[in-house]
T-cell receptor, first 113, second 114 residues
Framework: GAGVSQSPSNKVTEKGKDVELRCDPI?????LYWYRQSLGQGLEFLIY????????KSGLPSDRFSAERTGGSVSTLTIQRTQQEDSAVYLC???????????FGPGTRLLVL | AQSVAQPEDQVNVAEGNPLTVKCTYS??????LFWYVQYPNRGLQFLLK??????LVKGSYGFEAEFNKSQTSFHLKKPSALVSDSALYFC????????????FGKGTRLHILP
């Protein structure tokens, strides 16, 4: 079956613009995660959705970052007024439920000029 | 809050030699522990996990990891390294009794020298 997909695969934007990154999780997976991987850095946790529970937003680095998950499926990560330090690979993962394996998408490579 | 430490940014091993990539964790309650691998220009791939049971866990590509509760470690090992094992390796921890976030270490770049 299809894995986690993310779009776009690459995004180049100008500083100050807003961007939206999309994640399509594996069908039926109740958990969805967003991570950021900056050059030379590890995986930084951003936000976590589990079913209908309120999302865990504790990893979002600033109020310019937000995410939604509609209908318990597709998720959109929005970065407003992008800054050069937002340049990174944004990874999405989904999981069938608590404690289950996470499956990662290929990521969206964001470059802010 | 849970955390993961990978003390080595890079590990170099000669092909055919055993390799170890270190990971220690901090979490309240019983941890779920994972190793993921990221090959160049590819996404993260699951390698292995520990949830309960035997402390020695075997995974993909001949890798294994040993859960040591007293040392709060989950080191990744392989008896004989291959050049194709060269990649970025991430250790991760979950605490499903708490909030089930998956927290990753910073990653260790493994270089296998031919």
């Amino acid at each position: 079956g299809a894995g986690v997909s993310q779009s776009p695969s690459n995004k180049v934007t100008e500083k100050g613009k807003d961007v939206e990154l999309r994640c399509d999780p594996i069908s039926g997976h109740t958990a969805l995660y967003w991570y950021r991987q900056s050059l030379g850095q590890g995986l930084e946790f951003l936000i976590y959705f589990q079913g209908n529970s309120a999302p865990d937003k504790s990893g979002l680095p600033s109020d310019r970052f937000s995410a939604e998950r509609t209908g318990g499926s597709v998720s959109t990560l929005t970065i407003q007024r992008t800054q050069q330090e937002d340049s990174a690979v944004y990874l999405c993962a989904s999981s069938p439920g608590p404690g289950k394996d996470g499956y990662f998408g290929p990521g969206t490579r964001l470059l802010v000029l | 809050a849970q955390s993961v430490a990978q003390p080595e940014d890079q590990v170099n091993v000669a092909e055919g030699n055993p390799l170890t990539v270190k990971c220690t964790y901090s979490v309240s309650g019983n941890p779920y522990l994972f190793w993921y691998v990221q090959y160049p220009n590819r996404g993260l791939q699951f390698l292995l996990k520990y949830i309960t049971g035997d402390n020695l866990v075997k995974g993909s590509y001949g890798f294994e990891a040993e859960f040591n509760k007293s040392q709060t470690s989950f080191h990744l090992k392989k008896p004989s390294a291959l050049v194709s094992d060269s990649a970025l390796y991430f250790c991760a921890v979950r605490a499903p009794e708490r909030d089930d976030k998956i927290i990753f270490g910073k990653g260790t770049r493994l270089h296998i020298l031919p």
